[in-house]
């Protein structure tokens, strides 16, 4: 069965702390990996794209990392801001027939404290 | 600028009553989608759409409707015969691969009262 798990489920930090969400898949055929982050109440916005063939992607202060292998992805956040409190989530995308098919993680609710 | 709108943000519907989600799309994209989200669940598919005047069944379609007269707009009803529609649905877009991503609205939160 295709899943996409994610830990933590929850996260609080102080606001310039770093911190790692994790991600973990068993999803065949694997086509690509993305981060999304979601504010409450809004629609997802994409963070990085990774394809089977990319380790790291950075997008400001995110970096993602792929280890095709373990099946294991992390998104990294530096020098958090209280701007990056949301909801991160994994998507991994598998060929689905005739479109690709996305397969959601329950997602890590970061919350960043002044 | 180009963006994929979701309205209402926000709907109430009574026991027993079909109720219409908008999506409007913007991006030229040909395939649209529409998700619910449950507290503590990855979204999940209800609908998709790649070509206008077709769509495809998604994982939880049983209660839903959808239409595509035009490549803009995908429109949900979600018919009484939903049991528990009170959720979060999102509408999303992209070209047909997915190659260069997808694109969300910013949601509908409907609540049955």
């Known amino acids: 069965k295709n899943q996409v798990e994610q830990s933590p489920q929850s996260l609080i930090i102080l606001e310039g702390k770093n911190c790692t969400l994790q991600c973990n898949y068993t999803v065949s055929p694997f086509s690509n990996l993305r981060w999304y982050k979601q504010d409450t109440g809004r629609g997802p916005v994409s963070l990085t794209i990774?394809?089977?063939?990319?380790n790291t992607k950075s997008n400001g202060r995110y970096t993602a990392t792929l280890d095709a292998d373990t099946k294991q992805s992390s998104l990294h956040i530096t020098a958090s801001q209280l701007s990056d409190s949301a909801s991160y989530i994994c998507?991994?995308?598998?060929?689905?027939?005739?479109?690709?098919?996305?397969?959601f993680g329950t997602g890590t609710l970061l919350a960043v404290q002044p | 600028d180009g963006g994929i709108t979701q309205s209402p943000k926000y709907l109430f519907r009574k026991e027993g009553q079909n109720v219409t989600l908008s999506c409007e799309q913007n991006l030229n994209h040909d395939a649209m989608y529409w998700y619910r989200q449950d507290p503590g669940q990855g979204l999940r598919l209800i609908y998709y759409s790649q070509i206008v005047n077709d769509f495809q069944k998604g994982d939880i379609a049983e209660g839903y409707s959808v239409s595509r007269e035009k490549k803009e707009s995908f429109p949900l009803t979600v018919t009484s015969a939903q049991k528990n529609p009170t959720a979060f649905y999102l509408c999303?877009?992209?070209?047909?691969?997915?190659?260069?991503?997808?694109?969300f609205g910013s949601g509908t939160r409907l609540t049955v009262v």
């Open positions: 998507v991994v995308i598998t060929y689905g027939g005739a479109t690709n098919k996305l397969i």
């Open positions: 990774m394809t089977f063939s990319e």
């Open positions: 999303a877009s992209s070209i047909v691969s997915g190659k260069h991503g997808y694109t």
